[in-house]
């Protein structure tokens, strides 16, 4: 991976999304796994494109490796994903989660729904994740936290 800093970094909301010729490997002690085998397609802004097949095949994989959030049994054996110009396995981790991933590309995990806490209020919930995922000032987050309240 490269140290390269994503210099010229606008927003990428419009840009194609490519993927280029991505295979994926998993390990186990089992087996190696190939989940993705030269896998090409791009997305163009405001398109919209179905990913379809049996159980196992790929489908979820494919969706965590555009978010380049394999497991770390998992490996890109080949291929790039490209947002514009910009090859998100070619720049810093801390970019990535910065500017890209949940900014620029996003995905709703399977079983969303299962991922709420129900110790925690939805109210709670929702607003931990604009604080992780955005610069939101505190003053701002207690501004949306009253209206929720008295919505
Ligand atoms: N963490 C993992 N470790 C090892 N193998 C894995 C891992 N995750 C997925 N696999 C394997 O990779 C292949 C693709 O799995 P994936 O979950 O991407 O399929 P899917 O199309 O999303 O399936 P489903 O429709 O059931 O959600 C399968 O053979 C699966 O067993
Ligand atoms: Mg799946």
């Not at 969303?112 to 505190?138: K, Y």
Request: net charge negative; hydrophobic share 35%; aromatic share 6%.
């Amino acid at each position: 991976m490269s140290d390269k800093p994503l210099q010229d970094f606008n927003r990428f909301s419009s840009e194609k999304l490519r993927i280029s010729d991505a295979s994926v490997q998993y390990s186990t002690s089992q087996a190696e796994i190939l989940a993705l085998d030269h896998v090409t397609f791009e997305v163009d802004f405001g398109d919209t494109v179905g990913i379809a097949g049996e159980s196992g095949c790929g489908k979820s994989t494919l969706a965590w490796t555009i978010m380049r959030g394999l497991p770390e049994n998992a490996r890109l054996l080949d291929g790039r994903i490209l947002l514009g110009s910009v090859d998100i396995y070619a720049i810093q981790e801390r970019e990535m989660n910065s500017k890209i991933r949940w900014k620029e590309i996003a995905m709703i995990p399977q079983s969303a729904m299962n991922t709420f806490d129900p110790v925690f209020t939805i109210q709670d919930q929702l607003v931990e994740t604009i604080r992780i995922h955005s610069d939101v000032r505190r003053r701002r987050q207690s501004v949306g936290q009253r209206n929720c309240s008295s919505s």
